[in-house]
């Protein structure tokens, strides 16, 4: 039975929320479950690496709710418009009982996705490309994590700050996307490219920050020497 609490107090929100890792957690999830991306979590957190461990306290961007007169977890996750089930999640409350003055964490606030970065059609169509090209045939994950390397380059200061210029950027002589040297980028993008590359745009990361990826087959000893951060399907995402 739910418990139900017997004052009022206030809502309260602000931009971060302490969440303490548990078993199971990775980065992505961590950032899906926050509505954010895993880059905005290695910064907020001053992280060196994708290795988190239990106990582990995060800063994550949420709201806080005080629990006031009335209140059950299930009324709480409908006046937010977020899954039960991520309410319990965020706040590690699998029981029912609730008290006055209590601090709840709203993982998402029922808000449309904020864009990482802005973008033209042309280039979420480039991105797609990209994504069909380099990740066809992997698993979808695979898919949007490639999208989510193209962003991470965008946000980092060592790259050109829009799409179009970081997938045509050539260092050194060195095409650092294999398709547009070779024209596979003219081919027209799958309708799960497509999908990958908005919801990379929309701050998914299964890659964990990468700025590099490569197939297992790759034999370059450079990439292979660098961090793994994710390995997904065939695909290896290195910082």
Excluded: C
């Amino acid at each position: 039975m739910s418990a139900v609490v017997t004052s009022i107090l206030f809502t309260s929100f602000t931009f971060a929320a302490s969440y303490s890792v548990t078993w199971g957690d990775t980065l992505y999830k961590i950032s899906q479950l926050f509505n954010t991306s895993v880059t905005k979590l290695y910064s907020a957190n001053d992280l060196k690496s994708s290795m988190i461990y239990p106990g582990q306290v995060l800063e994550v961007p949420a709201a806080t709710y005080t629990v006031s007169r009335g209140d059950t977890l299930y009324l709480i996750s409908q006046k937010y418009g977020i899954p039960l089930y991520s309410l319990r999640k965020a706040n590690k409350k699998w029981d029912n009982n609730l008290y006055i003055g209590q601090k709840l964490i709203i993982p998402t606030v029922n808000t449309p996705l904020n864009t990482a970065i802005s973008y033209t059609p042309y280039e979420l169509d480039l991105l797609a490309r990209l994504i069909k090209a380099e990740a066809d045939g992997q698993p979808y994950e695979a898919q949007v994590a490639v999208g989510a390397v193209v962003i991470n380059r965008i946000e980092s200061s060592s790259f050109p700050n829009n799409i179009n210029d970081v997938i045509h950027q050539v260092i050194n002589g060195y095409y650092q996307f294999t398709p547009v040297k070779t024209g596979w980028i003219k081919k027209p993008a799958t309708e799960t490219a497509k999908k990958a590359a908005i919801e990379a745009l929309r701050g998914s990361d299964p890659s964990n920050g990468a700025l590099f990826y490569f197939d297992d087959s790759a034999t370059n000893t450079w990439l292979w020497s660098k961090p793994i951060l994710a390995r997904i399907g065939r695909m290896v995402y290195v910082e």
